[in-house]
C-alpha cells in the first residue's frame, strides 16, 4: 500500500509542475528580456584566422557570454557595439567615407555606417546587427601591432 501511495504523490507532484510550467510558473523560467542570450551586449567572442603566411590573427566580434551569435540594433549601449564601430571604421571608412565616434552607443551614424557596409557587402542595407552581418562583412583582424580587415 505504501508503495502505490508514493506513486500517486510522484504522479501529482509531476502533474502540478507541468501544469505551473505550463503558466510559466513552475521552477524553470525564462530569463528577463534584459539578459536574453539573443542580443549583444558586454560580452565578445574571438575568431581566429590564418592571414598571412601561417600568422594566426585574431579579431573580437560582439558577442553575449563568448556566442557571437547575436543581434543588436538601434538603441544599444555596449562595448560589443563599439567592438562594431571600430571594426567598422577600419574595415570600410576610407572607401565608404564615414569616420565614426568609438563610444559603444548603437545611434543613427552607426545604423547608417552599417547599412552602407552592408550594402557593400552585397546583403540587405537594413542597419541591424545580426548573423548576415557577421558573416559577410569584414572585422579587424590583429596580431601584435599589425592589422588586417578579413571575414571570419
Not at 38 to 67: E, F, H, I, M, Q
Request: contains cysteine; glycine residues 12%.
Amino acid at each position: 500500500m505504501r508503495h502505490f501511495r508514493g506513486s500517486r504523490t510522484t504522479a501529482g507532484s509531476v502533474a502540478g509542475l507541468t501544469l505551473l510550467s505550463g503558466l510559466g510558473l513552475g521552477m524553470v523560467t525564462a530569463a528577463p528580456a534584459a539578459a536574453y542570450a539573443g542580443y549583444c551586449n558586454d560580452g565578445y567572442a574571438s575568431a581566429y584566422r590564418k592571414l598571412v603566411g601561417d600568422s594566426t590573427y585574431t579579431a573580437y566580434l560582439p558577442g553575449y557570454k563568448a556566442n557571437m551569435d547575436c543581434t543588436m540594433g538601434s538603441g544599444a549601449q555596449s562595448a560589443s557595439v563599439a567592438m562594431l564601430q571600430r571594426s567598422l571604421n577600419v574595415c570600410y571608412s576610407d572607401d565608404l567615407g564615414f569616420n565614426l565616434k568609438v563610444d559603444g552607443i548603437f545611434g543613427t551614424n552607426t545604423k547608417n555606417a552599417l547599412a552602407a557596409a552592408q550594402r557593400d557587402e552585397g546583403i540587405k542595407g537594413d542597419g541591424i546587427y545580426g548573423k548576415d552581418s557577421r558573416t559577410h562583412l569584414e572585422w579587424e583582424f590583429t596580431r601584435n601591432s599589425a592589422t588586417r580587415c578579413a571575414r571570419i
